[in-house]
DNA sequence: CGGCATTTTGACCTCGTTCAACAACTGTGG
DNA sequence: CCACAGTTGTTGAACGAGGTCAAAATGCCG
């Protein structure tokens, strides 16, 4: 399971990277991200392997160094919930690290892909001796909070069509777009678990909205924003 | 706007109290706590007052003191979501304090409420000088972090009666419950809304709860829970 | 008491799920 | 490089959950 820890050179470049990469730490200066870089170690996972799961005991903060990780819940009725995919520089592991002792989500390598885990106790030590990371770990959390409580109000007020146009405006936003081709970064199916729906519905939304003259599917995965404006107010 | 803050005893009391009193403070020392109390201010709203608005710079954390609050979101479309209710203890505003400059959520008291208020940089203040009040925020975040994906999932992939009936077991778990009867912490109405369907659905949900004999409506907001069990396998 | 908001009930209709069959894509080993 | 198997995506038809609209009933507060 633990690998590259005391490999090579180029493992110990990528670890120091994985730290200085991250938005909570990169502001720091030279001397504290090399005492922080000092007490991470670095775990390689497999396609598909579970990187935690719900009810694991919480002990580290985990950072994506290289690959993609998908984080998802099982609701009570045992469906699951695609919650968020992680790219390099995002983080996860801290709902347990500062409340619950266990996790909530599971957590799976999507492809293979190496993580930087901080202890919690390091992290708790750290976290009290330069303040500043907790503000940027604040922040982090605010933004995620906004976001997980904004996708809330879209399932509980809008209709699967508009999720999915919201879907496709927001994703867009974030792409450095000059363009208006985009690129789904899951699989239909992953984007039916997350926008609550099925895989089916998921089909026919997509050619209904191509059929209105909103989008053009190039590809599974490739598609053209024909009109914006059209899609903000499906 | 500004009230009680120099008023008359039983005010400051009341005010000390109101710091003293949140889950994120009450861990400092009495000298500690003195200080951010000669920070905050206190201010009183009317029933259906807006205490912030979606748009709204944000300057301070807002702590409940005294009353009831209504947190809620209009989505894209225009339709409100009530996210929380926030109780004495409870605080909110943080979403702009730590991220963005304006808040994305209505905030309006349910009834007379009064707030104690932390301007935003005294508060950043604080939070470099004693980092454990950090972690506490923190670990509130991680929380409502949690129960929002929590909610989230539960759009996704459960029915309403679902929804309604985890609602009710989550409500009772919440009570100090050596009972087996609940009181509606708001209006049907509200439910819906915070539920994430109609008034309408909501009653028609009510009654087939009680005919299958799990639940036993005794007034409009007291509910009587005859069958937990069953109610966790609607 | 009177007015207003909330809650309930009924009838209807829409949206989205489900199930089943098929098509397209991806990766693996021969 | 092709064949095959396992996913993933698409399409059709039927059903059902829940939304909508209208109207009546109940409860609340001045």
Same mark, same amino acid.
């Given at each position: +399971? ?5 490999? $090579? ?10 730290? !200085? ?10 001397? @504290?991200?090399? #005492? ?12 598909? #392997? ?7 005991? !919480? ?11 998908? *984080? ?12 968020? *995919? ?14 619950? =002792? ?37 922040? #982090?959390?605010? $933004? ?25 405006? &927001?994703?867009? &936003? ?5 363009? &208006?081709?985009?690129?789904?970064? +899951? ?15 998921? =089909? ?5 909205? #191509? ?5 053009? @599917? ?17």
């Amino acid at each position: +399971m633990k690998k590259d820890t005391t490999h $090579h050179d180029h493992s110990v470049e990528s670890h120091k990277a994985c730290v !200085s990469l991250v938005p909570i730490f990169n502001h720091l200066e030279d001397g @504290q991200l090399d #005492e922080i870089m000092g007490t991470t170690h670095s775990v390689s996972y497999q396609k598909h #392997e579970l990187i935690y799961h719900a009810g694991d005991e !919480s002990n580290a903060l985990y950072i994506v160094n290289k690959g993609k990780v998908r *984080i998802y819940r099982l609701s009570e009725s045992g469906k699951e919930q695609l919650v968020r *995919i992680l790219n390099p520089g995002d983080f996860t592991g801290e709902m347990a690290l500062f409340s619950e =002792s266990t996790h909530e989500t599971y957590a799976e390598a999507m492809v293979n892909t190496k993580i930087c885990m901080i202890n919690r106790l390091d992290l708790q030590e750290f976290l009290m001796k330069y303040p500043s990371i907790s503000l940027k770990i604040l922040a #982090e959390f605010s $933004h995620r909070l906004d976001a997980s409580e904004k996708q809330s109000s879209r399932f509980a007020t809008e209709k699967v069509d508009t999720r999915i146009a919201l879907f496709l405006v &927001d994703y867009l &936003d974030k792409e450095i777009s000059g363009t &208006d081709e985009l690129t789904l970064p +899951m699989s239909k199916k992953d984007l039916a678990s997350y926008l609550g729906t099925t895989p089916e519905t998921i =089909s026919r939304k997509f050619n209904e909205l #191509e059929d209105r003259g909103y989008i053009k @599917q190039l590809t599974h995965k490739q598609i053209r924003i024909v009109d914006l404006d059209g899609l903000l107010f499906v």
